[in-house]
């Protein structure tokens, strides 16, 4: 059979109406997502910006809040830094918890809470990941949070070459991962954007002279490095003493060295560039993995699929998975580990201890759910 | 009357060697496989104030004046790229420090402490190259469930010493070293 297609000037208007309606739904969609991520710190925090370490961000899509609480005593000075990626949601809603509910009473902590903010106003394409996910609070109300990409918005930098050459090390890295914040450090300060807002957090690191820096992160359970903690050298004694302690709760932990070769990341750079012992933590998210099916909110919050029950009866994950990995879950794993570097720093450096109080436990994180513990969005 | 001095003095530098003191750095402490298991092991020994001589990529010559090789394994991919040798190359060294150590009568003693997550196809091969030259064996609980390592130890006469995490690994730590002579633990 032979269709033949008739057009006529009225067929062309009615479908270039229908391109623009599709445009203008879609360009919402996009742009509904340039909002930052509203959070409501206890009141002893107090508020700086990124720029305050780098003025060459200032005015820059990679300007960000900085969240600072010293407490009465004098200790050590503890960076947590959240939302590097921000398709890894337990990192960044660690960050939002511990900013609504830490009492510093020993040392200063340090919260970054969307560290590539960049990343959060969009994103993967054709991930069908959705654009934000809603938490229960305690009150029974719902609060949203942003769930974006793992690369800085394309809007703010591009084109990227077909080869990122790391300039520090001069090693070849995917072209991509020039807009990849954890591939930039240490960043410099006439870099791509993204590379100039690695300069800044390590300049932070530098001027805060943060004894113990935090790079909170989520991987794919099918990825080895997942449920686990990275350690460069300067900080393994620590990181062998806690993983001893998270292991003895009953909790699968690995821990991995940082590899001297591999460039760019926060566990090698931070170390190498400044005096802190840097922490990387990884936990299993089933919604930025390559084995998952439908990829809904329902799958960033409570990690449930049937393609990774599989896997794991097939005996492909690195975590224990019985059906699900709820956020709750995977924030309680970051919180505990957290909490539990801080109380063992003064093993390290008797002068360097940090007291934070009015942070939950593990235990009550995943019985009651995080979003017990955060405050209700106005 | 100085003579006296002497002798007691002696005698007493003779107590301190036997009870111990001389054991510093007697002790050598290796990976097989490059995880930062073995760093856990040091923590756990530095508890008991026990400072072996660690060194993740220890060769057979490292092992002059040792008695005890304490030998941590478990696979991991970062690691061995940080140490930039393949699976081969430390399988090899494994074999040869073993080896080497058995040669020169030292006594070894192999850990795995990584539990399930540290089983699998790359650190399953590393314990079977280092399990069966042990003279003594702690296992974290969850990495014998295939029954691996009592096949690795058939036909010897050696308990698996099982604990429930690494950081009950200092009681039958404690109980092996004392064992091989060492005191005042
Ligand atoms: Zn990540």
Same mark, same amino acid.
């Given at each position: 059979?032979?269709?033949?297609?008739?057009?006529?000037?009225?067929?062309?208007?009615?479908?270039?109406?229908?391109?623009?309606?599709?445009?203008?739904?879609?360009?919402?969609?996009?742009?509904?997502?340039?909002?930052?991520?509203?959070?409501?710190?206890?009141?002893?925090?107090?508020?700086?910006?990124?720029?305050?370490?780098?003025?060459?961000?200032?005015?820059?899509?990679?300007?960000?809040?900085?969240?600072?609480?010293?407490?009465?005593?004098?200790?050590?000075?503890?960076?947590?830094?959240?939302?590097?990626?921000?398709?890894?949601?337990?990192?960044?809603?660690?960050?939002?918890?511990?900013?609504?509910?830490?009492?510093?009473?020993?040392?200063?902590?340090?919260?970054?809470?969307?560290? =590539?903010?960049?990343?959060?106003?969009?994103?993967?394409?054709?991930?069908?990941?959705?654009?934000?996910?809603?938490?229960?609070?305690?009150?029974?109300?719902?609060?949203?949070?942003?769930?974006?990409?793992?690369?800085?918005?394309?809007?703010?930098?591009?084109?990227?070459?077909?080869?990122?050459?790391?300039?520090?090390?001069?090693?070849?890295?995917?072209?991509?991962?020039?807009?990849?914040?954890?591939?930039?450090?240490?960043?410099?300060?006439?870099?791509?954007?993204?590379?100039?807002?690695?300069?800044?957090?390590?300049?932070?690191?530098?001027?805060?002279?943060?004894?113990? $820096?935090?790079?909170?992160?989520?991987?794919?359970?099918?990825?080895?490095?997942?449920?686990?903690?990275? +350690?460069?050298?300067?900080?393994?004694?620590?990181?062998?003493?806690?993983?001893?302690?998270?292991? $003895?709760?009953?909790?699968?932990?690995?821990?991995?060295?940082?590899?001297?070769?591999?460039?760019?990341?926060?566990?090698?750079?931070?170390?190498?560039?400044?005096?802190?012992?840097?922490?990387?933590?990884?936990?299993?998210?089933?919604?930025?993995?390559?084995?998952?099916?439908?990829?809904?909110?329902?799958?960033?919050?409570?990690?449930?699929?049937?393609?990774?029950?599989?896997?794991?009866?097939?005996?492909?994950?690195?975590?224990?998975?019985?059906?699900?990995?709820?956020?709750?879950?995977?924030?309680?794993?970051?919180?505990? $580990?957290?909490?539990?570097?801080?109380?063992?720093?003064?093993?390290? =450096?008797?002068?360097?201890?940090?007291?934070?109080?009015?942070?939950?436990?593990?235990?009550?994180?995943?019985?009651?759910?995080?979003?017990?513990?955060?405050? +209700?969005?106005? | 009357?100085?003579?006296?001095?002497?002798?007691?003095?002696?005698?007493?530098?003779?107590?301190?060697?036997?009870?111990?003191?001389?054991?510093?750095?007697?002790?050598?402490?290796?990976?097989?496989?490059?995880?930062?298991?073995?760093?856990?092991?040091?923590?756990?020994?530095?508890?008991?104030?026990?400072?072996?001589?660690?060194?993740?990529?220890?060769?057979? &010559?490292?092992?002059?004046?040792?008695?005890?090789?304490?030998?941590?394994?478990?696979?991991?991919?970062?690691?061995?790229?940080?140490?930039?040798?393949?699976?081969?190359? &430390?399988?090899?060294?494994?074999?040869?420090?073993?080896?080497?150590?058995?040669?020169?009568?030292?006594?070894?003693?192999?850990?795995?402490?990584?539990?399930?997550?540290?089983?699998?196809?790359?650190?399953?091969?590393?314990?079977?190259?280092?399990?069966?030259?042990?003279?003594?064996?702690?296992?974290? &609980?969850?990495?014998?469930?295939?029954?691996?390592?009592?096949?690795?130890?058939?036909?010897?006469?050696?308990?698996?010493?099982?604990?429930?995490?690494?950081?009950?690994?200092? &009681?039958?730590?404690?109980?092996?070293?004392?064992?091989?002579?060492?005191?005042?633990?």
């Amino acid at each position: 059979m032979n269709y033949q297609i008739k057009g006529s000037r009225v067929t062309a208007c009615i479908l270039l109406a229908l391109s623009c309606l599709v445009c203008f739904v879609a360009a919402k969609s996009f742009t509904s997502m340039w909002v930052e991520e509203r959070v409501y710190p206890v009141e002893e925090f107090q508020q700086k910006k990124l720029s305050d370490y780098f003025s060459g961000i200032k005015g820059t899509p990679a300007d960000q809040p900085v969240f600072i609480q010293k407490g009465e005593e004098e200790g050590g000075t503890v960076l947590l830094l959240c939302g590097t990626h921000p398709n890894e949601p337990a990192s960044n809603l660690t960050g939002v918890l511990f900013l609504e509910n830490a009492k510093v009473e020993r040392g200063r902590l340090i919260v970054i809470p969307t560290a =590539n903010i960049m990343g959060f106003s969009h994103n993967g394409p054709q991930e069908g990941h959705p654009q934000g996910y809603f938490i229960e609070l305690a009150d029974g109300s719902k609060r949203r949070f942003p769930y974006g990409n793992r690369l800085s918005n394309p809007i703010y930098q591009w084109p990227n070459p077909d080869i990122y050459i790391h300039p520090s090390s001069g090693q070849n890295l995917s072209g991509k991962e020039k807009s990849n914040l954890n591939r930039c450090y240490p960043g410099r300060p006439d870099g791509s954007i993204t590379e100039k807002m690695a300069y800044a957090i390590v300049e932070l690191i530098r001027k805060e002279k943060v004894d113990l $820096a935090f790079d909170l992160h989520e991987a794919s359970p099918e990825y080895p490095v997942v449920n686990a903690i990275v +350690a460069h050298e300067r900080s393994m004694e620590l990181a062998a003493m806690v993983t001893m302690e998270i292991e $003895a709760m009953g909790i699968p932990i690995r821990l991995e060295p940082s590899p001297k070769n591999l460039h760019g990341l926060s566990h090698r750079e931070w170390g190498d560039f400044t005096d802190t012992m840097p922490i990387l933590m990884e936990t299993g998210n089933p919604s930025q993995g390559r084995l998952r099916g439908r990829t809904n909110e329902d799958l960033v919050v409570t990690g449930k699929d049937k393609c990774y029950s599989r896997a794991f009866d097939l005996g492909k994950l690195y975590i224990p998975y019985d059906g699900d990995q709820p956020l709750s879950l995977r924030v309680a794993r970051h919180t505990n $580990a957290v909490m539990l570097f801080m109380e063992n720093l003064e093993f390290i =450096n008797e002068e360097k201890g940090l007291t934070v109080e009015g942070i939950p436990d593990f235990e009550e994180i995943v019985k009651k759910g995080v979003g017990h513990f955060l405050a +209700a969005s106005n | 009357m100085r003579t006296k001095k002497i002798v007691v003095g002696l005698m007493a530098l003779m107590f301190l060697f036997l009870t111990g003191c001389a054991w510093a750095g007697d002790i050598a402490l290796t990976s097989i496989g490059q995880s930062s298991d073995s760093m856990m092991v040091k923590v756990v020994l530095k508890k008991m104030k026990v400072t072996p001589d660690t060194d993740n990529l220890m060769k057979a &010559e490292d092992l002059e004046g040792k008695d005890i090789l304490i030998a941590v394994v478990g696979g991991s991919s970062k690691g061995l790229g940080a140490a930039g040798i393949d699976k081969d190359q &430390e399988n090899q060294r494994a074999t040869d420090l073993l080896s080497a150590a058995r040669d020169k009568g030292i006594r070894v003693l192999i850990m795995h402490v990584g539990g399930a997550g540290r089983r699998g196809k790359l650190s399953d091969a590393f314990i079977v190259t280092a399990v069966p030259f042990a003279d003594e064996l702690i296992v974290v &609980e969850g990495a014998n469930e295939d029954g691996l390592f009592d096949s690795l130890m058939e036909g010897k006469d050696i308990t698996i010493r099982v604990v429930p995490n690494v950081r009950s690994t200092s &009681e039958p730590l404690k109980e092996v070293l004392s064992l091989w002579g060492m005191v005042g633990l």
